[in-house]
Nanobody, 124 residues
Framework: QVQLVESGGGLVQAGGSLRLSCAAS????????MGWFRQAPGKEREFVAS????????YYADSVKGRFTISRGNAKNTLYLQMNSLKPEDTAVYYC?????????????????WGQGTQVTVSS
């Protein structure tokens, strides 16, 4: 059974940093594309960043480009999202997701497995 478990969320002041982690288990993720999405209250879930496990190709939403960095752990079962220069509009529940598609996708419905989410709150 596939499990994705996020951690690292919290409350931070604007301009601060947080690092989110996602521990993946249950199968080999070497051929999966991994991603981070977020959902703010009253808004739809939106794409944040994506990475391939094997190739390391990364993609970012324009709203986070230059501030957020997605990466994989050496053990290849951990996904990270380093968030710097945080803004109040980054406040949301952040989700880790895995897709069997090898091509890039920013569509949530093309990701097959999801974590439970971790809350990130940025105060002004």
């Amino acid at each position: 059974q596939v499990q994705l478990v996020e951690s690292g969320g919290g409350l931070v002041q604007a301009g601060g940093s947080l690092r989110l982690s996602c521990a993946a288990s249950g199968r080999t993720f070497s051929n999966y594309r991994m991603g981070w999405f977020r959902q703010a209250p009253g808004k739809e879930r939106e794409f944040v960043a994506s990475i391939t496990w094997s190739g390391g190709s990364t993609y970012y939403a324009d709203s986070v480009k230059g501030r957020f960095t997605i990466s994989r752990g050496n053990a290849k079962n951990t996904l990270y999202l380093q968030m710097n220069s945080l803004k109040p509009e980054d406040t949301a529940v952040y989700y880790c997701a895995a897709s069997t598609l090898t091509r890039f996708s920013a569509y949530a419905d093309e990701y097959d497995y999801w974590g439970q989410g971790t809350q990130v709150t940025v105060s002004s």
